[in-house]
């Protein structure tokens, strides 16, 4: 089994761009075979990847409550759509969850997603795994061990409290976390105040890095340019090819 990392967060706190910051990293450090899960419904990494999705685990799933074909069985089917699901760029693979099961869901589908998922991921070294807001998403992460999880926060002090509940609610929810780390995200020049060092002091967090706000990646973000084609220069690129070597389960 590989490892996972996975990341957690209030919402618009840079989740999915430091996703696919880390995958670059890694793809430089050519730390491979990975598959890149989106696990966002609103489902944005394949922008932000510059790679064209064909479609989803949720939309699988209900296709296979309508759309099997007769004389096909529900494994074959889903065996045969997965395969399409999955992007392969070369240097990752990325998989779309789509929207979860929602009430009344089909359970046999959904079982057997799983079942497929698992097996699928097996083959990798390594899964990444970007999440959607909220806290209750915690729970439904896809996989209970997780080698490093990264709080994301904005600078301000509230923002770093929420990233304290996240520790707390990770404890209380018994995922199985080898290294939990917060990183402080759009930081104007890089820096912090005072009193958020101190705060995360007494959260007891480790505080992986600070990622400045970076102008460039904004303008990527305004042109609809894919982030992962920022330049090597990029202020907030340099900064995650600081953070990783220190965190990164290797
Ligand atoms: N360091 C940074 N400098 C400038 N802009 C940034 C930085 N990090 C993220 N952004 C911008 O902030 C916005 C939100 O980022 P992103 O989509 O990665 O957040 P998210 O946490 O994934 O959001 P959501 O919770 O909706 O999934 C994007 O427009 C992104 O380009
Ligand atoms: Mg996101």
Request: aromatic share 6%; net charge negative; with cysteine.
């Amino acid at each position: 089994m590989g490892k996972t990392i996975a990341i957690a967060g209030k919402g618009g706190t840079g989740k999915t761009t430091l996703i696919g910051l880390i995958l670059r990293w890694m793809a430089e450090q050519d730390i491979k075979p990975i598959l890149a899960v989106d696990a966002d419904a609103n489902a944005n990494l394949g922008e932000v990847l510059d790679v064209k999705v064909p479609g989803n685990i949720g939309e699988l799933r209900e296709g296979m409550k309508s759309d099997v074909p007769a004389g096909m069985t529900k494994e074959a089917y889903m065996e045969y759509h997965i395969q399409n699901l999955l992007v392969e760029t070369g240097t990752y693979d990325l998989l779309t969850m789509g929207r979860p099961e929602g009430a009344g869901c089909y359970c046999y589908a959904n079982a057997l997603c799983t079942k497929f998922i698992d097996f699928m991921v097996k083959e990798y070294d390594y899964v990444v795994i970007d999440n959607e807001a909220g806290m209750e998403h915690l729970s439904r992460l896809l996989m209970k061990d997780i080698d490093l999880l990264l709080v994301v926060s904005d600078p301000s002090l509230r923002g770093i409290r929420t990233a304290g509940r996240i520790k707390e609610l990770v404890e209380e929810i018994n995922l199985r976390v080898g290294t939990l780390a917060l990183v402080i995200n759009r930081a104007i020049d890089g820096k912090l105040v005072d009193e958020a060092y101190q705060l995360i002091n007494e959260i007891g967090i480790e505080l992986a890095g600070v990622i400045p706000d970076d102008p460039l990646l904004a303008k990527f973000d305004r042109e609809g340019k894919a982030t992962i084609k920022l330049p090597t220069e990029a202020i907030a690129y340099q900064e995650v090819g600081k953070i990783m070597p220190k965190i990164f389960p290797y």
